[in-house]
């Protein structure tokens, strides 16, 4: 099949563009990029061309550069081009120079595809690239997704040339006539990836001559054997995982058949990024550590006594509101404080309002959230309770307690739990003079 042929039926295959699409495309100057922009001037894709000049190899990358303008332009793409001066960008963040280069040309790509309006960046990595980074995470701690390689799509990034090889690269560049230019920074083996290439993989060929065939049929392998356990996890998340409100509500019966096997569950709760021996952790605490709570880089998951509950991670919302006068009103999230004066007497079950005796409040008063060792003498009971046993009590869990607002008196005494108890000590009795209604809706 030729070559065109083949490179459709994997874009199509791999859904790595639609109809209309606009591709800014990578292009270094080196074999691989450069083929990608004569095969995709021969498609007729509607493209434009981002070259990074690193300023790294002094004349060497001032010639890329201006080989990339010339054969991109008689293709007809515009080309943009950018000048870093990595060595110093690498400096200032103390990172390596391969990581700097790495940072600055995709943040700079991510731009350009945004103010020129190109749906995907495509990049030239081929199927020597993809096999090369399989044995390159055999020395990182990546487990089965490591083994897969290089996707074909990963957000707004497109492989279009990983079902070439680097010989056939290198024979179609030749075929093509294909102009290109070696970055000499390939041939050296203080580069991991270089001494995998140059030094491991032709070892690997002198045991088995077929090695790279092998080794690109065990990724195929690798990748239906993870699309299996994603699938078998994806069964176990839809049965045991209930959304309520924002949160992820899981019962604990249903997931202690699956504490002996910590990489299962890992892979369970790995879409909210938790890690491995945070699971471990979590299994290890699982029937003792009620109220502990668990985080990701991006969610965090609490611990108790009959369930998990997942939320995203938040900054505590710190309520800290000063009331100078009778009429203020409060806006608290969603929800509205109020005080009314000069009302009768009312009896009511609805928790949103309360009636309290006027001359019993200092100004200034405050809404907060609860604080370590706050207790209050909750109206209907005997003596006094610390709120967070009285929390427990109401089957409040540690993420809903953060968020409780607390109405406080100038002298510290707590007066109204909002929207679930007032204290004692403020209730309306028969020696009260006035009267006044705290709303909470």
Known sequence: ????????????????????????????????????????????????VAHCNFQLRGEESDKDEKLVVEYCEELGFPVLLRKFDTEQFAAKNKISIQMAARQLRYEWFESARVTHNCSVIAIAQHANDHLETVLLNLTRSTGIQGLLGIQPKRGFIIRPLLFLSALEIAQLVDKLKVPYRDDQSNFSTKYARNKIRLEIIPKFKEIQPDFETIILQNIKHFEESQQFIQRQV???????????????????????????????????????????????????????????VFQSQTHELLLSQNDLIIRERAEDRIIDEKIEKLDSKIKLQDKLFSMEEGH???????????????????????????????????????GSKKLSDYFIQQKINRFEKNTVPILVNA?????WVLGMRLDNRFKVT????????????
């Open 411 to 415: 002298d510290g005494i707590i007066i």
């Open 1 to 48: 099949m030729p070559v065109l042929e083949r490179l459709k039926q994997f874009i199509i295959e791999k859904n790595l563009l639609t109809p209309g699409d606009r591709v800014l495309l990578a292009v270094s100057g080196g074999k691989d990029s450069m083929l990608m922009a004569k095969f995709f001037h021969d498609l007729n894709v509607d493209a434009i």
């Open 430 to 441: 028969e020696n009260t003079k006035k009267v006044l209604t705290l709303v909470y809706k």
């Open 234 to 292: 994806e069964s176990i998340r839809q049965s045991i995982f209930q959304s309520q409100d924002e949160n992820i509500i899981i019962l604990k019966d249903l997931i202690r058949p699956y504490l002996q096997e910590s990489y299962l569950l890992f892979e369970i709760f790995k879409i909210y990024h938790f890690q491995r021996n945070v699971i471990e952790d979590l299994i290890s605490v699982f029937d003792q550590g009620m109220g502990q």
């Open 344 to 382: 009768e007497i009312e009896f009511s079950d609805d928790k949103s309002k309360v009636q309290v005796d006027q001359d019993l409040l200092k100004f200034p008063l405050t809404i907060r959230t609860w604080n370590q060792g706050d207790s209050f003498k909750p109206l209907g009971m005997e």
